[in-house]
């Protein structure tokens, strides 16, 4: 079936502008995360989503970082007054646990965001 | 706090070169510890998970072994299209807690020169 997709790919905002980036995980998956990837790191947690649920948004760098899964599918993390720290790629993964004891996570090809 | 390293940073091998990734970690109340791949500009893509010391698990050229303080990715006479960064990451047990969160280390970049 379909993976994990994201939109847009590429973003560029100026300083100060907010901006949305959209999470369509696979379908049924229950569990939703985020995570941001500098260059040359690995991903870092932002934030974690079950169903509808946001249970743990510890990662989220500033209160500038938002994030929601209102229907328990599509998430959207949104960040206002874009900073040129904030410039990264933003991934989302999703996976059937705890449905099942299948832990793996799958990913989405990720947003670049780059702030000028 | 949990600590993943992998090493080396960068790899460079000749097609048909075998060799091995390492991912050092320390954490308690390990939980899984996973490998993926990333190509250049797309998301990482789900290799293998291990849960428990001495086991093993092998896709194609690729086979993870793990250890109680660090996991091997053995890569048997690569090939150029296996050029990727390898990534590690690690869950563990949060006590009170859930468990969900994966930790990654920064990888390992491999390139293989046909």
């Known amino acids: 079936g379909a993976g994990v997709s994201q939109s847009p790919r590429y973003k560029v905002a100026k300083r100060g502008q907010d901006v949305a980036l959209r999470c369509d995980p696979i379908s049924g998956h229950v569990s939703l995360f985020w995570y941001q990837q500098a260059l040359g790191q690995g991903p870092e947690f932002l934030t974690y989503?079950?169903?509808?649920?946001?249970?743990?948004k510890s990662g989220l760098p500033s209160d500038r970082f938002f994030a929601e899964r209102p229907e328990g599918s599509v998430s959207t993390l949104k960040i206002q007054r874009t900073q040129q720290e904030d410039s990264a790629v933003y991934l989302c993964?999703?996976?059937?646990?705890?449905?099942?004891?299948?832990?793996?996570?799958?990913f989405g090809p990720g947003t670049r965001l780059t702030v000028t | 706090e949990d600590q993943v390293t992998q090493s080396p940073e960068a790899l460079r091998l000749q097609e048909g070169e075998s060799s091995s990734l390492n991912c050092s970690y320390t954490?308690?109340?390990?939980?899984?510890l996973f490998w993926y791949r990333q190509d250049p500009g797309k998301g990482p893509e789900f290799l293998f998970t291990l849960y428990s010391a001495g086991e093993e698990k092998e896709k194609e050229r690729l086979k993870a072994t793990l250890t109680k303080k660090e996991s091997f990715l053995h890569i048997t006479a690569p090939k150029p299209e296996d050029s990727a960064t390898y990534l590690c990451?690690?869950?563990?047990?949060?006590?009170?807690?859930?468990?969900?969160?994966?930790?990654f280390g920064k990888g390992t970049l491999l390139t293989v020169n046909p």
């Open positions: 990451a690690v869950r563990r047990v949060i006590s009170g807690g859930s468990n969900y969160k994966l930790t």
């Open positions: 993964a999703s996976s059937s646990w705890p449905s099942d004891t299948s832990y793996e996570q799958y």
């Open positions: 954490v308690s109340g390990l939980r899984g």
């Open positions: 989503f079950q169903n509808e649920a946001q249970l743990d």
